[in-house]
């Protein structure tokens, strides 16, 4: 356990931009924390890739949550008609 503690401190602490990059896989919400609350202070190559990556793959989860909800709402609704 000890290890574990010394690897969560470790990302703490380097301006290496883990602790953005790690953060911003948790939703939205862990990505306008880890922008605003690290990588405004501590900008690094690998934090900017890690928030670009995890932006896109938001916004392609939002669109094909849209886009699903849009195509199974027209079925469900379709269906029930007849």
Not at 46 to 51: A, E, F, P, T
Request: aromatic residues 16%; positive net charge; hydrophobic residues 45%.
């Amino acid at each position: 356990m000890e290890p574990l503690k010394d690897i969560v401190k470790d990302i703490g602490n380097n301006n290496t931009g883990k602790a953005a990059g790690i953060i911003s896989y948790f939703t939205i919400i862990g990505w306008l924390v880890a922008y605003f609350g690290y990588h405004q202070h501590k900008k690094t190559e690998l934090g900017s890739y890690q928030l670009r990556q995890t932006l896109l793959l938001n916004i392609a989860y939002l669109v094909v949550w849209v886009c699903l909800d849009f195509i199974l709402g027209f079925f469900w609704t379709t269906s029930e008609k007849t």
